[in-house]
């Protein structure tokens, strides 16, 4: 529903733009806003670059990933790329529109002079690809409209400047080098191995994985944004431990996997029609402010293809809205001044559809958001103040109130309710806590099978009540399901070792050596930590006690190996001791 509000709003605003912004008079305010601001972003992750990158105004960055690179006020440094990028050929035509004024084209100058080391340090392949693509483009446009004997003259120098430039960067610059160096080994395994060999970099082999996926619903597609859920049970090739992956970081195959071919083609005439009939205005039209936005907007949809490639930055808001924002300030004024307005409702009838179809629009807007709001702050209030959950308990319910079918609002209500029962010292509250736990979980499951963490907590909730259960039958029942829960969070975070671990441990709680151990060597090729490692050789102790000896000699050895980690507190003599504590105690 998200996704679907996401693509609403993007074309509601291209289209509102479109009629209410008819000439260039009108968008140059808005643009000039728009420069001003994103000049401010860019100088201004210019120093937090150098003096605080961890941050971003009062508050700490999401995540250290991207250390390293310039991200200004964005999480990802290639999506704020794709930023400037976008700007950057708005930013050369208006020097040369005669109607902006010697102030404007000061500004526009100073602001494209002031986004090139920004761009260059988000050290953003594609933001450098896609920009050399838009202002290559733009240059050919020009040359069109000045004679068509320049045009071929640039069309040779363009590919060769273009090129002169990547080859100059990755001989000259380390960081240019470091970054495209991957691109460099790709190509060349491609070439040595033949096309679709086994690649080492992530990107190519989630492609990979991701056209399995395609294959599986090849027509109407997975369904809107369901490709973080859905793409772990085809994850084959990328095994990066304990990262989830999102998106592919290609447009092309996540709208294919998520909406089918059949969506993906009704994307592409859409974004083709708007380009080729924003391209075909600017080329007819007399005005020069005209053909020169229309010049821009053009450039900046073939940078953003040629992006597309390697990220998904149109699946950020802010870039879409302002990628659907430029493209309606070109196309729009040429419209009117050519006398070819798009559609147009011309009946009563139509008029009312329209306005039955925004209120519905309004009301299931209102409703979505604001049961997201509600599950986000619940998660905010959980996670500031763990102690005193009954805050986060009433937003979470409040959440589903307004939309019931919000899986994540069940799935949030369920970790609070865990965090209830497992800070609780008396089994009768624990038992009833777990049972409303055990209900939300499983709400959460009804709406999406596929989050790891709703199988996961179902898991857990399970083997609780399977412990504690008087009835034999039904304890064996809350067995089986945890068991079922916990394989199948297991197959949705193949890499993650934390997952295996859970399910190892379960299974020889339950006494089911054998698969245990099975399952602690599967989780010790992703991650060999100490506590694996034991619980290798306290399985193995048990299947197989000739083998102690020797067992103990290596763990012995890898414990000296681990002494210097801060976590590691324990010897394995004291963690075998504490695990036999734990197979014979009472657990409440």
């Keep these: 529903k998200l996704e679907l509000l996401f693509l609403g709003s993007v074309f509601g605003a291209f289209i509102v733009w479109r009629n209410e912004v008819t000439s260039f008079k009108e968008s140059r305010v808005y643009v000039a806003l728009l420069f001003g601001v994103v000049l401010l972003c860019a100088l201004y992750g210019l120093v937090i670059h150098f003096k605080s990158p961890e941050m971003v105004l009062w508050a700490e960055r999401y995540t250290d990933h991207y250390l390293g690179r310039l991200a200004s006020t964005y999480i990802c440094p290639n999506h704020f790329a794709h930023l400037l990028q976008m700007l950057l050929p708005f930013l050369v035509i208006w020097v040369f529109i005669s109607q902006v004024s010697t102030f404007l084209k000061g500004l526009a100058a100073y602001t494209f ?63 240019f080098q470091r970054r495209m160096e991957p691109v460099v080994q790709f190509i060349a395994g491609q070439a040595e191995g033949g096309i679709g060999s086994e690649a080492r970099d992530f990107r190519p082999q989630t492609w990979a994985d991701t056209l399995v996926m395609i294959d599986e619903e090849p027509l109407l597609g997975h369904g809107p944004g369901a490709y973080r859920y859905t793409y772990p049970e085809f994850r084959e090739r990328f095994k990066g431990q304990r990262i ?34 924003c391209l075909i205005f600017s080329v007819r039209s007399k005005e020069t402010r005209h053909a020169f936005v229309g010049f821009a907007a053009v450039a900046m949809g073939l940078g953003t293809m040629v992006h597309s490639f390697f990220d998904f930055q149109m699946h950020i808001y802010p870039n879409a809205m302002i990628f659907a924002s430029l493209l309606a300030f070109a196309v729009a004024p040429m419209e009117r001044y050519q006398k070819k307005r798009g559609f147009r409702i011309r009946h009563r009838a139509g008029l009312w559809i329209g306005v039955v179809v925004a ?80 209900s939300a979980y499983e709400k959460a499951y009804f709406y999406n099978k596929k989050s790891p963490m709703t199988c996961a907590g179902l898991g857990k909730v399970n083997f609780f009540l399977s412990r504690h259960s008087d009835d034999e039958s039904e304890a064996k029942t809350y067995s089986k399901d945890a068991f079922m829960y916990l394989e199948k969070a297991c197959s949705l975070r193949k890499y993650n070792d934390l997952y295996w671990w859970t399910l190892g441990s379960e299974l020889r709680r339950n006494g089911l050596y054998s698969e245990a151990l099975d399952i602690f060597k599967k989780a010790g090729k992703m991650k060999n930590s100490v506590s694996i490692r034991t619980n290798i050789q306290w399985l193995q102790e048990r299947l197989n006690p000739e083998i102690l000896s020797t067992e103990s000699n290596n763990v012995k050895r890898d414990q000296k190996a681990d002494a210097t980690q801060k976590n590691d507190h324990y010897t394995i003599q004291h963690i075998l001791q504490l695990m036999e504590r734990w197979e014979t105690a009472d657990d409440v």
Aim: hydrophobic share 50%; glycine share 6%; net charge positive.
């Design 113 to 175: 002079v002031a986004f090139l080391p920004p761009l260059f340090l988000t050290e953003s392949r594609a933001g450098w690809l896609g920009s050399l693509t838009a202002l290559g483009v733009l240059g050919l446009l020009f040359a069109w409209r000045r004679s068509k004997k320049l045009f071929w003259i640039m069309l040779i120098i363009v590919p060769l400047v273009g090129s002169s430039m990547l080859a100059a960067g990755y001989f000259y610059s380390e960081t």
């Design 359 to 438: 209120l519905v629009g309004l009301i299931f807007c209102v409703k979505v958001m604001t049961s997201a709001y509600m599950r986000a702050y619940a998660d905010k209030t959980f996670v500031s103040a763990r102690s005193e959950n009954a805050s986060s308990i009433y937003w979470a319910e409040q959440a589903i109130k307004w939309d019931s079918s919000n899986w994540q609002a069940h799935q949030s209500k369920a970790s609070i309710l865990y965090d209830l029962r497992y800070y609780s010292l008396n089994l009768s509250k624990k038992l009833e806590i777990a049972h409303r736990e055990r």
């Design 244 to 277: 989830v992956t999102g998106h592919p970081h290609n447009e092309y195959l996540e709208l294919a996997a998520d909406y089918g071919w059949i969506g993906f083609v009704l994307f592409a005439v859409a974004w083709l029609s708007s380009l080729s009939r």
